[in-house]
T-cell receptor, first 111, second 113 residues
Framework: QKEVEQDPGPLSVPEGAIVSLNCTYSNSAFQYFMWYRQYSRKGPELLMYTYSSGNKEDGRFTAQVDKSSKYISLFIRDSQPSDSATYLCAARAGTASKLTFGTGTRLQVTL | DAGITQSPRHKVTETGTPVTLRCHQTENHRYMYWYRQDPGHGLRLIHYSYGVKDTDKGEVSDGYSVSRSKTEDFLLTLESATSSQTSVYFC????????????FGPGTRLLVL
């Protein structure tokens, strides 16, 4: 079993929809959680970073961590075609430990 | 791409040949990482460096070696390339403080025939 699981998609939504992207993890020691966005043939770019449980909002993006259920979510409001990309979740236990990635969910926002 | 360049960006090579990929950063970050990305596996850590001449293995280090003689450069060498090393290779960097966040380069696409 992978430490971070993510549905590969693809997930197709119409422009303007609210998108929910999710990951589950198995390592209780994970404290730091990240979402990366990766456009086709590009490197991943850091989108959101959260520490421990709770919500973090940045513009149209909200990251949510529920440590009790080991669930990580990214919500995108008013989705745009430019949001079409692969979204990777990642987690790590502490600053000295390695980053563990999910396999990514491919999102397509259609006009 | 956070001041990170990778070279070459694309390479085709033959089985058994050595290959060296270069990562160069202009951010003066202490930590540098090499990952490979494959369908169904996501990003997997090959090697990382926590300073000049200080390196350590990741989860998929067999068949790879690294060197870091300067803060800004981190080299990944495939000692004798195999078809299973066909992949996209990404370099990443992170600061001393806030190592939980890593910033990635544009990637190198490697095809081993």
């Amino acid at each position: 079993q992978k430490e971070v699981e993510q549905d590969p998609g693809p997930l197709s939504v119409p422009e303007g929809a609210i998108v929910s992207l999710n990951c589950t993890y198995s390592n209780s020691a994970f404290q730091y959680f990240m979402w990366y966005r990766q456009y086709s043939r590009k490197g991943p770019e850091l989108l959101m970073y959260t520490y421990s449980s709770g919500n973090k909002e940045d513009g149209r993006f909200t990251a949510q961590v529920d440590k009790s259920s080991k669930y990580i979510s990214l919500f995108i409001r008013d989705s745009q075609p430019s949001d079409s990309a692969t979204y990777l979740c990642a987690a790590r236990a502490g600053t000295a430990s390695k980053l563990t990635f999910g396999t990514g969910t491919r999102l397509q926002v259609t006009l | 791409d956070a001041g990170i360049t990778q070279s070459p960006r694309h390479k085709v090579t033959e089985t058994g040949t050595p290959v060296t990929l270069r990562c160069h950063q202009t951010e003066n970050h202490r930590y540098m990482y090499w990952y490979r990305q494959d369908p169904g596996h996501g990003l997997r850590l090959i090697h990382y460096s926590y300073g000049v001449k200080d390196t350590d293995k990741g989860e998929v280090s067999d068949g790879y070696s690294v060197s870091r003689s300067k803060t800004e450069d981190f080299l990944l060498t495939l000692e004798s390339a195999t078809s299973s090393q066909t992949s996209v290779y990404f370099c990443a960097i992170s600061e001393e403080k806030g190592r939980e966040t890593q910033y990635f380069g544009p990637g190198t696409r490697l095809l081993v025939l």
